[in-house]
Nanobody
Framework: QVQLVESGGGLVQAGGSLRLSCAAS????????LGWFRQAPGKEREFVAA????????YYADSVKGRFTISRDNAKNTVYLQMNALKPEDTAVYYC????????????????WGQGTQVTVSS
């Protein structure tokens, strides 16, 4: 069982930066692939970034590639999403998720979810 708690969201101007954190409970955190997803009002939840358990593979949605960076610290049971050059279209609730196997981009394939953190980018 893994419990996830996101933090770090907020209001930022376009071009600014935010760093999201997702703290996990559970002794097997290091064996889970982790993903970040986001959901804007009226839209489906979409994939943002993912990282495998050993941090040897990272994957990004085209819309955030080059601006966002996912990382993890297994000693701290935490995954991060550094978001730079934010745009108004990045506004959404951001969720972290975990799954026991390698990462995928489909939300329904993840076993555990956090409660989400709001990111609002003003123009």
């Amino acid at each position: 069982q893994v419990q996830l708690v996101e933090s770090g969201g907020g209001l930022v101007q376009a071009g600014g930066s935010l760093r999201l954190s997702c703290a996990a409970s559970g002794r097997t955190f290091g064996s889970y692939a982790l993903g970040w997803f986001r959901q804007a009002p009226g839209k489906e939840r979409e994939f943002v970034a993912a990282i495998n358990w050993s941090d040897t593979n990272r994957y990004y949605a085209d819309s955030v590639k080059g601006r966002f960076t996912i990382s993890r610290d297994n000693a701290k049971n935490t995954v991060y999403l550094q978001m730079n050059a934010l745009k108004p279209e990045d506004t959404a609730v951001y969720y972290c998720a975990a799954r026991a196997l390698d990462f995928v981009v489909v939300p329904k394939e993840y076993d555990y979810w956090g409660q989400g953190t709001q990111v609002t980018v003003s123009s």
